[in-house]
T-cell receptor, first 114, second 112 residues
Framework: GAGVSQSPSNKVTEKGKDVELRCDPI?????LYWYRQSLGQGLEFLIY????????KSGLPSDRFSAERTGGSVSTLTIQRTQQEDSAVYLC????????????FGSGTRLTVV | QKEVEQDPGPLSVPEGAIVSLNCTYS??????FMWYRQYSRKGPELLMY????GNKEDGRFTAQVDKSSKYISLFIRDSQPSDSATYLC????????????FGSGTQLTVLP
């Protein structure tokens, strides 16, 4: 596609439920990133995928968070047993290889845990 | 202390004004510096990027990096109402450092 596509755009879930957030990167982009943006906060790095290499999971805040990337393209971020503090905008981005000059973001999934 | 500090604003200026947005950082390993613009309910959009110290100009936008002071700036000349957005600075050390470290963003409103 022309840009990074994320779905759903909005998600309201009950505390304790699991959620899956999807990211479809720009075709040909081998690097994929997940960030979280809480109200009034900057972007917080979560996880990074590059080609077939092992992902960099150093930003995942707890073991309730996991992500996978299938076939080097689509990625899914899963949050298990959601908590209210998980409420945030989850942003996905992609780039050609490991660009030092930034990358292209999707519009995000706004997650609200009630 | 955060690695990257950015005044959250809000900043409100009249149309046509020169806007100065700034970030300070503490990690001397940062070498690549970016400015992103984020409209409400949209993802950040890359606006400018620079490597190491110096200036870079693109139309009405100028990015400055002073590594000795660990200080970066974005100047917007002849500001327009369409420039109203949140501006985020971001930086990385490059090489094996994959993720960007972001400031918290400055909310800018340009009044017509």
């Amino acid at each position: 596609g022309a840009g990074v596509s994320q779905s759903p755009s909005n998600k309201v879930t009950e505390k304790g439920k699991d959620v899956e957030l999807r990211c479809d990167p720009i075709s040909g982009h081998t690097a994929l990133y997940w960030y979280r943006q809480s109200l009034g906060q900057g972007l917080e790095f979560l996880i990074y995928f590059q080609g077939n290499s092992a992902p960099d999971k150093s930003g995942l805040p707890s073991d309730r968070f996991s992500a996978e990337r299938t076939g080097g393209s689509v990625s899914t971020l899963t949050i298990q047993r959601t908590q209210q503090e998980d409420s945030a905008v989850y942003l996905c981005a992609s780039s050609l290889e490991s660009s030092n000059y930034g990358y292209t973001f999707g519009s995000g999934t706004r997650l609200t845990v009630v | 202390q955060k690695e990257v500090e950015q005044d959250p604003g809000p900043l409100s200026v009249p149309e046509g004004a020169i806007v100065s947005l700034n970030c300070t950082y503490s990690n001397s390993a940062f070498q690549y510096f970016m400015w992103y613009r984020q409209y409400s309910r949209k993802g950040p959009e890359l606006l400018m990027y620079t490597y190491s110290s110096g200036n870079k100009e693109d139309g009405r936008f100028t990015a400055q990096v002073d590594k000795s002071s660990k200080y970066i700036s974005l100047f917007i000349r002849d500001s327009q109402p369409s420039d109203s957005a949140t501006y985020l600075c971001a930086m990385t050390g490059g090489g094996s450092a994959r993720q960007l470290t972001f400031g918290s963003g400055t909310q800018l409103t340009v009044l017509p």
